[in-house]
Every structure is written in C-alpha cells, then in structure tokens.
C-alpha cells in the first residue's frame, strides 16, 4: 500500500487489503470533515461508500448520518427560515434539509425575463430579494397580474405539472430568486415521498394564474368550453408537419374554438413530458342536432396533467380555430364547461 496515498485512493487501497477496521476508522474521520466543510455530497458519497465495505459498523453509519444532517441544519440561512417558516413548520428536519439543498440561486436584472408566457420553463422559483412582476398578454396588451416580493414563490403550475408558462416574470431593476428544478421531485420519490405532496399544498396559498386572471375579471380561456365525449385519433407531427410514428385514440372531453382537452392511456408516464410543445393532428366526430359532423384540426400541446382516476389529459390548442357555425350548434345541443379542468399535482 502506497504510504502517501491520501482520500479515497488510501480508503480502496485499505478495503484492498480487507483491513476493515482503519479503513472504517478513515472513512469516518473524513465523512466528518467534509460534513463541517458543508460538502454534503462528499459526506455522504463516503457514508455510501462506508455502508458499502462494513454495513456492520453501526455506530459509525449511524452517528455519520445524524452529523451530516446536523450541519446541514446548521447551513441553512437562519433568514431563508424565517422567510418561509410555514414552509418548514410543517415538514420534518431530513425534508427541510432536502428541501434546501436542493435549491440553487440566481440573480436577475431589468428587461431579463426569468420566463416568458408561452415558454417551457418547469422550475419552481423563491423570491430571496427586490421585487419581479407577474403579468399576462392579452389582446397586445401586457396585463399586470401581481407584485411579487420576498417570501412569494412562482412557477408552480408548470413545476407541478407538465404545462408551458402561463404568464411572465421578470424584476423591476434587479432580483435574487433561488430555484428548484422540476427533476428534483424525482429524486425525492424514494428518501422523501411525501415532500412533494407537502410543497404544494403550500404552494396553493400564492395562487395560480387562473384565480389571478380572474381578479382582473380576465379568463386565459376567453373560448366558451362545451362538455362532450367523443373518440379521437390523434397523430403526432414533425417540425415540417409530417406524421411521426402511430397514430393512437383518445377520448375528447370538452371542447372550445380555441382548443380541447383529450384523454389519453400512457403506459409510460415520462411519455406525456415528450408531448408537451409537439405539434399534433386530430380526427373525431361532433355530433350536432342529431348529426356526425368530422372534424379535421391541428393543433400544439400546451399542458399534459393527470388528474384523479383518469389517464393523462392532453390540452391543445388549434392552429386555427373551430368554424363558427359548428360552435353555435354545439352551444345549442352541449352544455358549457364553467371552469377549466384544474393541473393537479402529478
């Protein structure tokens, strides 16, 4: 064994040997210096690698995770705490320090839009510092939906589920935001199952752009929406507007001139991520005082949610809309829809 090899080549080079007990003895030492060092990925790479070579070294295993965990506790900014007390008050101690770590910051300047209306853009955002404004094109006009300040998050129905943005934010002069991006839900499937359940429900105290649209006696849906039930085919297009692959069915279940929303099977949830911004052709039939009227429309996938006991709903809005004559006779045979189908969490 090398005498000057130092770090993790002398942790391998000891398990080489099978000499179990420095090697444990090394390893903790060093879990411990990286954890009050605050690089918590190194701390617990080597706590990994520590239940790896001796998954009997209890004490050391379990003593090596209540450090980690304790100076993570002690990294966070006693200020973010404060700001989202509420937050934190009601998840534990591992989810807040998951919850922290996960975020990254950034900063933001004037005529620097964090995002646009319109774009795909899932993180979910804190606001640390300055104030952004919150706004909605509508009719070429650029409509201030709120003020946000320290303490607010936004982004939440696109973070939540699989939706372009529906308004844009970016600061008055400059602003400092930290940020989730949307994979870490993923990863906290497994350690932290129920963290992802607990964010939203606080999330839903800010709002989303429907209840704000609606304050400003605005409706993002300006289309009325008919409830029907009818089979589709669906066909996905390329950039050129050929179809790719398959077609497959679906089950339209409500419909404006603007758009409509179709139920779909996924075998493979992550499938419905890749629909999001595609270009898509649909075929089905409208039945309008007593007769079966086809309907030809393409359109863009703005959304993709799941909600309660059904299969994925895909939102499309056409790349024109629905004849005028073929509204009023579905106004005269369906009922209207009154609220939108709400993107629950996924």
């Known amino acids: 064994m090398d005498k000057n090899a130092t770090g993790e080549q002398f942790i391998d080079e000891f398990f080489a040997e099978n000499n179990k007990e420095p090697t444990v003895t090394d390893l903790y030492r060093q879990i411990v210096t990286h954890a009050k060092a605050k690089d918590f990925v190194k701390a617990e790479s080597l706590r990994e690698k520590l239940m790896e070579i001796d998954p009997m070294a209890l004490n050391e295993i379990i003593t090596s995770a209540e450090i980690i965990e304790q100076e993570k506790r002690e990294g966070i900014s006693q200020d973010h705490l404060t700001t989202w007390s509420d937050l934190y008050g009601d998840i534990s101690r591992d989810e807040g320090n998951a919850l922290y770590y996960a975020m990254k910051e950034t900063s933001c300047y004037n005529d620097e839009p964090l995002f646009t209306q319109g774009d795909r853009n899932s993180n979910l955002y804190f606001v640390v510092q300055g104030y952004l404004k919150m706004f909605y094109r509508h009719d070429n006009k650029d409509i201030l939906l709120k003020t946000l300040e320290r303490g607010d998050i936004f982004g939440i129905e696109s973070f939540f589920s699989n939706s372009v943005c529906t308004s844009s934010v970016s600061p008055f002069s400059s602003a400092k935001v930290s940020y989730l991006e949307k994979n870490v839900l993923d990863e906290w499937k497994e350690k932290f199952p129920l963290l992802e359940s607990k964010l939203f429900k606080y999330c839903l105290k800010f709002g989303n752009t429907f209840d704000l649209l609606k304050k400003k006696s605005l409706d993002r849906r300006v289309q009325r929406r008919f409830n029907i039930e ?22 339209v279940s409500d419909i404006s001139a603007s758009g409509l929303t179709c139920i779909i099977k996924l ?22 005082k007593g007769v079966s009227r086809t309907v030809v429309q393409v359109g863009t996938v703005v959304a993709v949610s799941s909600p309660p006991f059904e299969d994925h709903c895909l ?13 009023k006779e579905l106004a005269e045979s369906h009922s209207e829809r009154h609220s939108p189908r709400k993107m629950p969490l996924q």
């Open 230 to 251: 009818v089979k589709a085919m669906l066909q996905l297009l390329g950039v050129s507007g050929a179809h790719v692959g398959k077609s497959f069915s679906g089950i």
């Open 315 to 327: 939102h499309i809005k056409f790349d024109e809309m629905l004849d005028g004559v073929l509204i």
């Open 267 to 288: 075998t493979n949830k992550n499938f419905g991520q890749l629909l999001l911004g595609r270009g898509m052709e649909m075929v089905f039939s409208l039945p309008v």
